[in-house]
């Protein structure tokens, strides 16, 4: 008997064989990726993290955005779980509400400056470190949020990021001079 009457593959059983293996190895190459980029993080921090920013950006904040503003933040800055810890203590202890209570009563510069770091994260969608700035969000980032309804974001595309083929919104009581 010779090889090939031995072995006859349908084309069918290939090709369904070939997709199921590609399923399960992009699902435990898609794992060892996350592990590997540093992307699995205590799920406490990125809450505390959560919790803090909401005090300091009154927003509807975006989680996956908000895990890259504390991946950035926590590489450029050193301690930045400790700092989160202490003005989440701080908030609690003197029942701050809103980032307008809580900015002028933090005296401490380093805890001052890391919460403006954060706002700014959050604002800007950079994250500016010693060893440079670090683009987190462009999109998501909070400035073109209070815009939205009357500018687009600055983008080659006509109405928004990734929107090639969105109409522009409209632009409202244009003053003519």
């Not at 980032?99 to 994250?127: C, F, Q, R």
């Amino acid at each position: 008997m010779s090889f090939h009457k031995k072995f006859k593959i349908k084309r069918r059983g290939l090709l369904l064989g070939m997709s199921a293996l590609a399923t399960a190895a992009s699902f435990t190459q898609s794992r060892s990726f996350a592990a590997s980029t540093g992307e699995i993080y205590e799920p406490d921090s990125i809450l505390l993290f959560m919790l803090v920013s909401k005090i300091l950006v009154p927003h509807e904040l975006d989680h996956f955005v908000g895990q890259k503003i504390y991946t950035a933040l926590s590489e450029s800055e050193e301690n930045f779980d400790n700092t989160l810890h202490v003005i989440q203590g701080f908030i609690i202890e003197n029942a701050v509400v809103d980032v307008e209570h809580l900015i002028p009563a933090l005296t401490d510069m380093t805890l001052k400056n890391s919460a403006l770091k954060i706002i700014s994260a959050w604002y800007s969608g950079v994250v500016h470190g010693k060893s440079g700035d670090r683009v987190v969000a462009f999109e998501e980032a909070l400035m073109f949020k209070v815009t939205n309804d009357v500018m687009t974001i600055p983008s080659y595309a006509k109405s928004a990021p990734n929107a090639w083929n969105a109409t522009a919104v409209p632009l409202l009581n244009i003053p003519s001079f």
